[in-house]
């Protein structure tokens, strides 16, 4: 694809649609990767003389107009920390004044402008929407990539109407990875999947099952994969519909030769909150418990399994990490992947806040900014936001 580097940026204004669908506590971001995973494109056209215009959805907000659960304006003080009075802000996101705002920006300044999804026609592919957008700017750059799997009118419609769209520096290395280094990977190359839900996953397994070594299941989705093999799961997660799809994959895989790991001990509650913790001695979870993170054993079979790969891909944590006493096996997971001297690329929200828990951010090759993304990508689909960008 072309990148933001084919484009002459000089005076001219820029619109870089980015991905700052970021977490908010009580006004301020909490999780900022995705913003500092677009200031090198930022920057770039920064230092090219460019005018920016930053924009991007946050949330999921009604399309009816502002709601200041949704606003970008935490967004808005983190930018400010970073590039100071050079950074403005639009409450509106199309119309006369912003339009003006966009004309009157100097070399080197930034438009931030509202949530895109304020506006109905984000979310519906409106074009008339896009024409609006389109007054902006001169030149479209896309950095956006956990966006990328969207329809959404500024990622699949808005850049039609550029002669030369192109991508950001973060999209062109999520790109790298998914497409080339994914394309050919090193083996052994193994996949760890967890989170909640097999239904989640379902393209991304079959997917996976043409191109894997090895797969390691964890999270709430092992339950299901265990009920399947006929294993006690107690009251774990499990989705009923999905054990039959879970026995399928799990015939195909063996008859394809690919390893399916499933937990071997877990770590167990009989409640969530203030329960009794304890660990099991097999795979089997007595009546009245459920499974909340992978135990020990599994663990060290898992590393063990991670250690001889030569590519890894993880989405999904192994447990309810986000409580200190179920967050050992996905902690240990990161770990693992970091240690390895394999090619590694987690992606995934929880996966990527994982890592960053673990203290390992800086030791994996690539973690993706995409959540939904990645996993379109894992599933071996192509990206509508990607595939309306110029190639080179
Ligand atoms: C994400 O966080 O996965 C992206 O920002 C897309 O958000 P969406 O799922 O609301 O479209």
Known sequence: KATIKDLDLKGKRVFIRVDFNVPVKNGV??????????????????EKGAKIILASHRGRPKGEGFEEDYSMKPVFLRLKSEFGDNVFYSEKVIGEEVVKKSQELKEGQILLIENLRFEKGEKKSDPEF?????????????????????????????????????????????????ENVLANPEKP?????????VSDKIPVI???????????????????????????????????????????????????????FLPVDHVITDKIEDGKVEITLDEKIPEGFMGVDIGPETIVKFKEVIKGAKTVVWNGPMGIFEIDSFSAGTIAIANAIAESE???????????????????????????????????????????????????
């Open 206 to 260: 079959e997917n996976l099952l043409n191109k894997v070594d090895s797969i390691l299941i964890g999270g709430a989705m092992a339950y299901t994969f265990l009920k399947a093999k006929g294993v006690e799961i107690g009251k774990s997660i499990l989705e009923m519909e999905m054990v039959e799809l879970a026995e399928q994959y799990m015939n195909k895989a063996k008859e394809k030769g690919i390893d399916i």
């Open 189 to 197: 190359y193994i996949a760890i999947l967890g989170g909640a839900k």
């Open 29 to 46: 971001v909490t999780d900022d990767n995705r913003i500092v995973s677009a200031l090198p494109t930022i920057n770039y056209a920064l």
């Open 342 to 392: 394999c090619v590694s690329i987690v992606g995934g929200g929880d996966s990527a806040a994982a890592v960053k828990k673990a203290g390992v951010f800086d030791k994996i090759s690539h973690v993706s900014t995409g959540g939904g993304a990645s996993l379109e990508y894992l599933a071996g689909k192509k990206l509508p936001g990607i595939e309306v960008l110029s190639d080179k």
């Open 130 to 178: 896009a024409k609006e957008l389109r007054k902006l700017s001169d030149l479209y750059v896309n950095d956006a990539f956990g966006t990328c799997h969207r329809k959404d009118a500024s990622v699949y419609v808005l850049p039609t109407l550029y002669e030369k769209p192109v991508a950001g520096f973060l999209v062109e290395k999520e790109i790298h990875y998914f």
